[in-house]
């Protein structure tokens, strides 16, 4: 079930279940996947990426109309993954926003040790099952920002793990196209 919450122009009030913190630095998390007794299904539709759905304390997408919102004015965006043995890696960007309507992803400033896994994403609408770019929507089982010239992520993928496919959750910097165990987007 998912937990309901809300962004509004004026408040920006988040349940603290999805709050991190990483050196000392809060952040919101806005998506997260990983092995939890129930596996959320990310193969939705656009209303439900629009919208939010899954659970806050598991596996959850918070919703593109709400991540829109909580970076309107441009933030920082973090991704954490975790392989199946256990090594860690990260990317870090210095700007991140959407835009109202398609969500098309505005991402730079990479930093990390995974590769810069969102440069073929950028200045990519964001695409599900029946909008946007379904072919990979559907090849890939998840919605996501496909690259026009080609793909080096998808988080929102098949949890599947021992796999190496194009429809798991994958970085391919990191681990080329196997499952990761873990990932958080923050």
């Known amino acids: 079930m998912m937990n309901k919450f809300l962004l509004t122009q004026r408040c920006r009030i988040l349940p603290a279940s999805i709050q991190s913190r990483t050196f000392l630095v809060h952040y919101k998390v806005i998506q997260r996947r990983g092995k939890f007794p129930v596996q959320q299904d990310f193969y939705k539709d656009w209303e439900s990426y629009k919208n939010g759905f899954g659970n806050i304390s598991e596996e959850f997408w918070l919703g593109n109309e709400n991540i ?13 993954l975790v ?65 026009r010239g080609g793909y080096y992520c998808n988080l929102n993928g098949i949890y599947k793990p021992g796999e190496s496919n194009v429809d798991t959750v994958f970085w391919y910097g990191f681990q080329q196209y196997a499952n990761l165990a873990s990932v958080e987007m923050k």
């Open 68 to 80: 829109r919102v909580l970076c309107r004015e441009g933030c920082k965006i973090r991704f954490d």
């Open 83 to 147: 392989d199946e043995k256990g090594e860690k890696g990260f990317a870090l960007y210095q700007t991140f926003t959407l835009t109202s309507g398609n969500y098309t992803i505005n991402i730079s400033g990479y930093s990390g040790n995974v590769g810069d896994g969102m440069q073929y994403h950028n200045n990519n609408d964001f695409s599900t099952k029946e909008k946007g770019d379904t072919e990979r929507a559907n090849k890939h089982k998840g919605g996501w920002w496909y690259g």
